[in-house]
């Protein structure tokens, strides 16, 4: 059979999608390629979300097709995701040696399209239509990598750890932010499909599970069925203030507020009730959904980790409203400050973006002193990127490259320092891991994380992957943490 090798750009929803990808290949007797060379079909998972990942995937296909249309004229390539879904038939226009353009609702029919082109049925693929319903086909798992369960015997899986996607779009339409093009309205699974692929995931030796989704914090208010009701899309030149007015009107809510609990809070207390599982944790959420029951959760809910992802995007609140937030700093700082006080020592992350159209001096300055302010375990920084269609590329005041790179660098410095205070103040303590595998860098290490979500390297086995382990943190690296087991466990 064919092997396939996939490469992935961007966030964790993509990696979680190209896994589902990959199983599903895998089941259709395809094998997977340990790289490109030599494999009998590429696929690039692709990221909108900065000009910086588009360029990155593009260049990658451009040397791809040179190799192949020179050494190996039959291996079939391929875009899938975000940039596939935005840029569709204009990739092959383009990039006349690529075969497949796969879109993100259409992950599910990656072996079908492969089949077809492989035995020359067709020649060339492009399907980025909507589909109802695609938001609970990305369910497929690859725990046991290219090996069949069988065969590994009583050894635990390849990933102790698992990503649950339980919804697929966004209609928060932030001015910046290309997301809701590439990936659709709001779609959520149910809470038992959700619960039932993560018993299953647990029942084959899945200690800890990210549920992800673009809006995790809005997941339940809309299913697919009012989705495909509601059908419109906004049009990117559709003002943001018709869209609260028209939100409202559809904000038809499949799983009502009960007793007080939103429905992401829902699901969190299903998924917790999940026997053998040890640890949740979710990304992305949004700051406008983080309600006091989201944070009463936190005080609740053991296996819900003291971890929390938080994009701020911004410290002056009159970027958060540029940038259509629908949050202000304060409030912002208000829920760091409560999940604080339920989950002392809770590490905190973010994104920022600088030079964001607009941005004076004095708005940069305002995030520096709210990264300063939060204290932030760690930060993602973007430079603002502009992307097609999105209400901020037609801003006006755009910020200079140079000047987006010099906050850019400032911002790092603070964050860096922080960051350095704030891992250091950790040696000496003793923290829970769960032992993920090899570490990257140096794979005569063990890694595992901290329920905090911090990288703590060790000396170990590859008998300790899957175990929950406590250890003495020796030394901190930058934004890595060493740590000794033998220590506390003699
Ligand atoms: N330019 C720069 N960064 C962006 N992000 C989203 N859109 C853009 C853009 N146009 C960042 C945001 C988001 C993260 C995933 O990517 O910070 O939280």
Redo the contacts with the bound molecule.
């Keep these: 059979m064919p092997s396939v090798y996939i490469k992935t750009y ?2 964790q929803m993509n990696e979680r999608d190209s896994e589902a990808v990959a199983a599903q290949l895998v089941a259709k007797g395809y094998t997977l390629a340990p790289s490109e060379v030599g494999a009998d079909v590429i696929l690039l998972n692709t990221c909108s ?3 910086f990942a588009e360029q990155k995937a593009i260049g990658k296909m451009q040397n791809l097709a040179a190799d192949v249309r020179k050494n190996r004229p039959n291996v079939v390539l391929g875009f899938m995701g975000c940039m596939a879904q935005s840029r569709g038939q204009e990739l092959i226009d383009r990039l006349p040696d690529v075969d497949l353009v796969l879109g993100t609702q259409k992950f599910h029919r990656a072996a079908d399209c492969l089949d077809e082109i492989l035995a020359g049925r067709r020649d060339k693929i492009v399907d980025v239509a909507e589909e109802q319903g695609s938001e609970a086909t990305i369910r497929e798992h690859l725990l046991y990598g290219n090996a069949s369960k069988n065969g590994g015997g009583h050894r635990p899986p390849l990933q102790v750890t698992a990503f649950v996607s339980i919804m697929q779009g966004c209609n928060q339409y ?1 001015t ?4 809701p093009y590439t990936r659709g309205e709001e779609r959520s699974r149910s809470i038992p499909d959700i619960v039932g692929e993560c018993r299953q995931l647990v029942s084959q030796g899945v200690k800890e599970i990210t549920l992800l989704g673009q809006i995790v914090t809005s997941y339940g208010r809309r299913r697919a069925s009012e989705a495909a009701v509601a059908g419109r899309a906004r049009s990117p030149s559709e003002p943001v203030e018709n869209l609260e007015v028209r939100r409202r009107d559809e904000d038809i809510a499949p799983y009502q507020i009960k007793d007080g609990r939103s429905a992401f809070v829902q699901l969190l207390n299903a998924v917790h009730e999940i026997d053998g599982l040890e640890r949740i944790r979710f990304t ?1 959420p949004h700051p406008k959904g983080y309600g006091d029951d989201l944070i009463e959760a936190y005080a609740r809910l053991p296996k819900l980790v003291e971890s929390a992802h938080l ?1 701020v ?1 911004s410290g002056s609140d009159r970027v958060l409203k540029l940038m259509h937030r629908g949050y202000t700093r304060e409030r912002y700082a208000g829920i760091i400050e409560k999940l604080r006080r339920a989950r002392p020592g809770i590490g905190i992350t973010t ?3 600088v030079g ?1 159209p607009g941005e004076t001096e004095d708005d940069f300055e305002q995030t520096l002193t709210l990264a300063r302010e939060v204290q932030f375990d760690n930060a ?8 097609r269609d ?1 209400p ?2 037609a801003m006006p005041d755009q910020v200079p490259q140079l000047i987006r790179e010099e906050r850019n660098q400032r911002l790092l410095e603070v964050i860096n320092e922080i960051g350095k205070r704030k891992y250091s103040a950790l040696v000496g303590r003793q923290a829970q891991i769960l032992v993920e595998g090899p570490s990257k860098k140096n794979p005569a290490r063990m890694t595992g994380r901290t329920r905090c979500n911090k990288i703590v390297v060790f000396d170990g086995a590859d008998r300790h992957r899957g175990q929950l382990m406590d250890v003495k943190i020796t030394r901190a690296g930058s934004f890595t943490l060493y740590g000794d087991p033998a220590i506390v466990n003699l």
Excluded at 176 to 179: A, D, H, N, Q, S
């Design positions: 961007g966030c979300v900065r000009d932030c910046f932010c290309i997301v992305s994009p995007q994104d920022i973006i964001f993602y920084i973007f430079k603002y990127s502009q992307r999105t901020a590329a």
